[in-house]
């Protein structure tokens, strides 16, 4: 499977999602009153909640409460997933704020950020064998899922030893094969999340020479859903975000509970509940909705979604018809947009976390 992504550089990865959003339903077809939906979750200790409360009954009496059938599924590749949805097989899908910006917003497919679920604190990160020297990654091929989070950290990195993109060269590889192509002694540099993050460090030689904690709230860990959608089922909302937030108050309990509401997510992200604490560790999760409702309005949000738009665009992932990296617009809570606000495609919306900071729910 690996040869397989060596070739698939971005560009045909942006291909793919270009093409896959003209084939999503029509906005009429979308914007449908309907009850039962569909969202996508990959494995990340942040998006573990989401299953979990699949599992304990929790979905169920959210959707219950609001008349609706809401269905958790799980696709193994990430990028996938991201894909699913914006080909429209998937409602709404768990993704990182660049990846939300250049695969379904940059495709066109107007989408929602209705959870700021968490940020990475050191859940994504470069390791290098035979050295704990980051600038030392230079002239390497470094393997990563392009077109996704782990290039942008790639290139903060860079930017923190002075080097340019140029200084390497990137390969593309699934996030479900990048682990065992660590263990190649071909292989020396790799960008990844965990838990395959974790799985790499516990290699001979590894060394973790930069992660997302030394650029804490740069990668946003989201629920997104589509906008159409959304505005024709507003239940779907007021449903996830009550999922969310009653989640959120079980696990971050010191209690036998909460011990075994993050076991329980460890069993199903495939590890250990002590390796799946460590991962929590590395993991700032907006437990409390008054907190994600300020992150939703602060500057801070607009200053980091610059910061990633303009190194998307520089890499290309706009694609070769966006002419300026105001191409694609945002829009932000209290009427606030970033890009062109004719073609607003991303929205971070905190209607929702806003009603359970209410208690409206």
């Not at 979308?30 to 573990?48: D, H, L, Q, R, V």
């Not at 077109?147 to 002075?162: I, K, Q, T």
Request: overall charge negative.
């Amino acid at each position: 499977m690996l040869n397989g992504f060596r070739n698939l550089g971005r560009t045909a990865l942006f291909a793919c999602a270009m093409l896959l959003a003209s084939c999503s339903p029509s906005t009429d077809e979308a914007a449908k009153p309907k009850t039962e939906f569909n969202i996508g979750w990959s494995i990340y200790a942040g998006w573990m909640p989401w299953p979990y409360a699949q599992q304990a009954g929790i979905v169920d009496k959210w959707a219950d409460k609001y008349g609706l059938e809401i269905n958790f599924v799980q696709v193994n590749d990430y990028v996938e997933s991201v894909n699913q949805y914006t080909a429209g097989k998937l409602d709404g899908v768990t993704v990182a704020n660049m990846d939300a910006l250049t695969i379904p917003a940059a495709g066109g497919k107007d989408t929602s950020a209705i959870i700021i679920g968490d940020y990475s604190d050191g859940n994504d990160g470069i390791l290098l064998k035979g050295t704990d020297d980051l600038s030392a990654i230079r002239g390497r091929d470094v393997y990563l899922v392009e077109l996704s989070v782990s290039h942008y950290l790639l290139a903060r990195g860079l930017e923190s030893v002075d080097l340019p993109m140029t200084a390497v060269s990137t390969i593309n590889t699934a996030d479900a094969d990048i682990a065992g192509a660590f263990t190649s002694p071909d292989i020396s540099a790799v960008v990844a999340w965990n838990p395959q993050l974790s799985t790499m460090m516990a290699e001979p030689d590894a060394n973790l020479v930069f992660s997302s904690a030394q650029i804490p709230g740069e990668i946003l860990d989201l629920l997104v859903v589509d906008t159409a959608t959304l505005e024709a089922n507003p239940d779907l909302g007021k449903a996830l975000a009550g999922i969310w937030y009653e989640t959120m108050s079980i696990i971050q309990q010191d209690s036998p509970e909460g011990a075994e509401a993050r076991a329980a997510m460890a069993q199903l992200a495939g590890t250990t509940p002590e390796l799946f604490e460590q991962q929590l560790a590395t993991t700032h999760l907006y437990a409390d909705p008054a907190e994600a409702v300020a992150e939703a309005r602060s500057p801070d949000l607009i200053d980091t979604m610059t910061r990633v738009r303009d190194f998307s665009f520089a890499q290309g992932l706009f694609g070769q018809g966006a002419q300026l990296a105001d191409a694609v617009g945002m829009s932000f809570p209290g009427g606030k947009t970033l890009g062109n606000p004719e073609n607003v495609t991303l929205r971070f919306d905190d209607r929702y976390m806003q009603m359970a900071a209410d208690g409206s729910l």
